[in-house]
């Protein structure tokens, strides 16, 4: 949630620069997440 608030703040250039990467990788980096919490949510749930 930060992370938006302080792209606001950014200049436009350094902004964009952020926009390049960041999306895919946050996206590849939360799906990462997601699937370690769901494998220690079915190991609790077949428990």
């Given at each position: 949630?930060?992370?938006?608030?302080?792209?606001?703040?950014?200049?436009?250039?350094?902004?964009?620069?952020?926009q390049e990467?960041?999306?895919?990788?946050?996206?590849?980096?939360?799906?990462?997440?997601?699937?370690?919490?769901?494998?220690?949510?079915?190991?609790?749930?077949?428990?």
């Amino acid at each position: 949630m930060t992370g938006m608030s302080t792209k606001r703040h950014t200049p436009t250039g350094s902004s964009q620069k952020a926009q390049e990467k960041p999306a895919p990788d946050v996206r590849a980096v939360a799906l990462k997440v997601l699937e370690k919490r769901w494998a220690v949510f079915a190991g609790l749930a077949k428990r």
